[in-house]
C-alpha cells in the first residue's frame, strides 16, 4: 500500500497493510537526532522514521494584509499578527505575551472585515507544502482552525471563557463568524490542493487533562452548530474524511462531535485519560483514531520495554482498521534512543 492507501484504509475502517503513522519533530529533537544517529544534515526526519501523513496549511489569519512588526529593542520584537493582535516576543523563545486582542466587544464584531480567503498571498507556502508531501509520497490533508482556539485569538482566552459563561449568545455569534471564515478558507485549500480524496483536519485546542475549558452544555450552544456547518461545508464540497485535533480530554464532548460529522480524532492523549484501545472498544467503527503514545511520560522517562509495550496495543487496537499510531510532536526532552525504540517497534511489529 501507499501511504494515501494506508491511511485512507484506516480512516474508512478497513484494515491496512501496517499501522500508519504520524509523527512531527521539534528542531531541537531534528538536531540531536542527526547527532546521535548520525544523518545527514539535510535529512527530513519524516522520510527517515516513515511518516504517512503530512498536514498542508495556508494562511487562515483574517488580516495576513496587515501582520507587521511595530518595534524592536534588543530581543524583544513587538508585531502585530494576521489575528489583529498585539504580540510581544523574546528571541530564542517560543511563547509570546499578548499586549492587544482585536475584538473587544460586539461594535468590534460588527465592524470587522476580513481580507478576501482567496487571497493569493494565503496559498504561496501552502502549495509548496502539498507538493513537497506529494513527492515524498505522504498521505497530504489541509487544515484549519476550530472556533474555539481561534476565537480566543480575536479575544484574548480568558475574556472568551468569560464570555462563554457570562453572555453566551456573543460568544456563539462571535465563534460563527470565525467558523464562517474558516469555512472559506478551508474550502479554498481543498480546491487549491485538490485535496478531496483525502480531507481536512480542524485543529481545536479545547481541552486541558481532566476535561474541556467549558461545559457539554455551553459547547452544545456555542460550538456545535459552527462545527455541524463546518463538517457540512467540507464534506458536501467533496472532502472524504474531516478529522478533529484537540490536546487534552475531549470525552464529555466526543459523541456531540462525532453527531456533527468528525470521522477522525488525534492525538488521543494517554496522559489526559484517553487511551486508544479504551476508545476503540466504545466508538468502533464510528471513529478513527490517530495517535495514542504518551509523549509526556513513557517516551521522554521510558524504560524502552514500556515504550514497546504502550506501541504494541495501540498496533493490536487497529489490527481491523481505524487506528493510526503517533505521538503528536517529538521535542528535545523525548531522548533519541527512546524514539528510535519506538519506531522500530511500530517497523518490526507493526504489520498486520
Known amino acids: 500500500m501507499t501511504s494515501t492507501d494506508r491511511v485512507m484504509a484506516a480512516l474508512q475502517h478497513r484494515a491496512p497493510d501496517r499501522i500508519p503513522t504520524f509523527d512531527s519533530f521539534w528542531t531541537e529533537f531534528r538536531e540531536q537526532a542527526i547527532g546521535e544517529l548520525g544523518l545527514p544534515a539535510d535529512v527530513d526526519l519524516a522520510d527517515h522514521f516513515n511518516i504517512d501523513i503530512a498536514i498542508a496549511i495556508a494562511d487562515e489569519t483574517p488580516w495576513p494584509t496587515g501582520a507587521r512588526t511595530l518595534r524592536r529593542d534588543g530581543d524583544i520584537t513587538v508585531k502585530r499578527d494576521g489575528w489583529g493582535r498585539v504580540l510581544e516576543t523574546r528571541r530564542d523563545t517560543f511563547?509570546?505575551?499578548?499586549?492587544?486582542?482585536?475584538?473587544?466587544?460586539?461594535?468590534?464584531?460588527?465592524?470587522?472585515?476580513?481580507?478576501?480567503?482567496?487571497?493569493?498571498?494565503r496559498y504561496a507556502g501552502f502549495a509548496r507544502q502539498v507538493e513537497a508531501a506529494r513527492r515524498a509520497g505522504r498521505c497530504v490533508f489541509c487544515k484549519t482552525g476550530g472556533p474555539f482556539l481561534r476565537t480566543t485569538f480575536f479575544r484574548g482566552e480568558t475574556d472568551f471563557l468569560i464570555d462563554i459563561a457570562r453572555d453566551w449568545q456573543f460568544a456563539r455569534a462571535l465563534a460563527d463568524r470565525v467558523a464562517d471564515h474558516i469555512i472559506q478558507i478551508g474550502l479554498e485549500s481543498l480546491r487549491r490542493g485538490q485535496l478531496y480524496d483525502t480531507g481536512l483536519w480542524i485543529y481545536d485546542d479545547m481541552a486541558y487533562n481532566d476535561a474541556p475549558l467549558f461545559s457539554p452544555a455551553s459547547f452544545e450552544r456555542v460550538f456545535l452548530p459552527a462545527y455541524r456547518r463546518m463538517v457540512a461545508a467540507f464534506k458536501g464540497a467533496g472532502a472524504a474524511k474531516v478529522v478533529l485535533h484537540s490536546d487534552g480530554n475531549i470525552g464529555s464532548i466526543l459523541d456531540m462531535l462525532i453527531d456533527a460529522g468528525i470521522d477522525g480524532y488525534n492525538p488521543v492523549e494517554p496522559k489526559a485519560g484517553m487511551w486508544i484501545p479504551d476508545l476503540k472498544e466504545k466508538y468502533g467503527d464510528r471513529l478513527a483514531l490517530i495517535g495514542g503514545m504518551c509523549n509526556s511520560h513513557v517516551l521522554p522517562l521510558g524504560p524502552a520495554e514500556a515504550i514497546r509495550d504502550q506501541a504494541r496495543a495501540i498496533i493490536e487496537a487497529g489490527r481491523d482498521g481505524g487506528v493510526m499510531i503517533g505521538a503528536h510532536s517529538i521535542g528535545p526532552d523525548i531522548p533519541v534512543e527512546h524514539y528510535v525504540a519506538y519506531w522500530e517497534t511500530v517497523r518490526d511489529e507493526g504489520g498486520y
Do not use: C, H, K, M
Not at 105 to 115: I, N, S, T
Open 95 to 121: 511563547f509570546y505575551r499578548e499586549l492587544e486582542t482585536s475584538i473587544r466587544g460586539p461594535a468590534d464584531l460588527e465592524r470587522a472585515v476580513f481580507d478576501a480567503p482567496d487571497l493569493n498571498q
